[in-house]
């Protein structure tokens, strides 16, 4: 994650702030702070203050990760030289509104589905170099962030069943070359594969892309065949805010919302420097 901010500051700032170089007084210390224009969940305070701190900027703040936020709360303070500071802004603001806009629509639809025994998890739909961020947030928010990488688990998906004959075949193979210790989840797309695969053992069987009908015969049927608890059952694919109790009422472990990360909406904040 550190690595990822150097680039992004590095990106921001090109061969130097000539604006800040061409107005601001060099060694000149101001103080400003962060306000919230917006209202959700404050994720990302800490990698803030981490940033500001390393730079030498000194950084006071009273509300931690989870907090429920308003318009014109402060977030944050700081004291440090002007032009640090401006160096700074873009990156600390984008930073902290996106985290913060992806742990807002965790909060949402965890606290939809609040009464039911279901995982609200993320995907790894994210935009590129950033979703550790992510998958941070999503845990500020209250939901799962599902894999951090492609090392985390095996996730049999369709691309990986077209090499093979039939999502029974992928999973018997993954079963085969993999360690004990890896869970192995599989994708299917009908009532037949989905059986096939509690039967053979998949530790969790993703239904992807299922109405809510589809989905509760496939758990019926399961459960007649005295095999629902082998397998942890994951619904994925078009979940909104307004069918999330659909599929969460019918009984399923987990529901995989990719918007929480690909579509959600930053929140507002504004970086603004006291006058002289």
Same mark, same amino acid.
């Given at each position: 994650m550190d690595k990822i901010i150097e680039y992004m500051l590095a990106e921001d700032e090109g061969f130097g702030d000539i604006t800040s170089n061409a107005v601001?007084?060099?060694?000149?210390?101001?103080?400003?702070?962060?306000?919230?224009?917006?209202? /959700?969940?404050?994720?990302?305070?800490?990698?803030?203050?981490?940033?500001?701190?390393?730079?030498?900027?000194?950084?006071?703040?009273?509300l931690k990760d989870g907090t429920e936020i308003s318009n014109n709360d402060v977030l944050i303070s700081l004291k440090g030289d002007a032009r640090t500071i401006?160096?700074?802004?873009?990156?600390?603001?984008?930073?902290?509104?996106?985290?913060?806009?992806?742990?807002?629509?965790?909060?949402?639809?965890? /606290?939809?589905?609040?009464?039911?025994?279901?995982?609200?998890? /993320?995907?790894?739909?994210?935009?590129?170099?950033?979703?550790?961020f992510d998958k941070y947030a999503l845990k500020v928010g209250g939901a799962d962030p599902h894999r951090f990488g492609l090392d985390d688990m095996v996730l049999?998906?369709?691309?990986?069943?077209?090499?093979?004959?039939?999502?029974?075949?992928?999973?018997?193979?993954?079963?085969?070359?993999?360690?004990?210790?890896?869970?192995?989840?599989?994708?299917?797309?009908?009532?037949?594969?989905?059986?096939?695969?509690?039967?053979? /053992?998949?530790?969790?069987?993703?239904?992807?892309?299922?109405?809510?009908?589809?989905?509760?015969?496939?758990?019926?049927?399961?459960?007649?065949?005295?095999?629902?608890?082998?397998?942890?059952?994951?619904?994925?694919?078009?979940?909104?805010?307004?069918?999330?109790?659909?599929?969460?009422?019918?009984?399923?472990?987990?529901?995989?919302?990719?918007?929480?990360?690909?579509?959600?909406?930053?929140?507002?904040?504004?970086?603004?420097?006291?006058?002289?």
């Amino acid at each position: 994650m550190d690595k990822i901010i150097e680039y992004m500051l590095a990106e921001d700032e090109g061969f130097g702030d000539i604006t800040s170089n061409a107005v601001v007084e060099e060694g000149k210390i101001v103080n400003a702070h962060i306000k919230s224009k917006d209202e /959700g969940i404050l994720a990302g305070i800490d990698v803030i203050r981490e940033l500001f701190e390393e730079y030498g900027v000194n950084v006071t703040f009273w509300l931690k990760d989870g907090t429920e936020i308003s318009n014109n709360d402060v977030l944050i303070s700081l004291k440090g030289d002007a032009r640090t500071i401006l160096l700074l802004e873009r990156t600390a603001l984008n930073l902290l509104m996106r985290m913060s806009g992806v742990a807002t629509a965790a909060n949402h639809y965890v /606290g939809i589905v609040k009464d039911f025994e279901v995982i609200v998890a /993320g995907t790894r739909k994210t935009s590129p170099a950033i979703g550790k961020f992510d998958k941070y947030a999503l845990k500020v928010g209250g939901a799962d962030p599902h894999r951090f990488g492609l090392d985390d688990m095996v996730l049999i998906k369709d691309n990986h069943i077209a090499t093979c004959k039939s999502p029974l075949e992928a999973l018997l193979k993954a079963k085969e070359n993999t360690s004990f210790s890896n869970k192995i989840e599989i994708e299917v797309e009908t009532l037949e594969d989905a059986i096939d695969c509690v039967k053979n /053992g998949a530790d969790i069987v993703m239904l992807d892309n299922m109405n809510p009908n589809e989905v509760k015969e496939v758990l019926d049927e399961l459960e007649e065949l005295d095999v629902r608890q082998n397998s942890l059952i994951e619904v994925s694919g078009g979940i909104t805010d307004e069918t999330i109790l659909d599929y969460a009422s019918l009984g399923v472990d987990i529901i995989s919302i990719g918007a929480l990360t690909h579509s959600s909406r930053s929140l507002n904040f504004s970086l603004k420097i006291e006058e002289s």
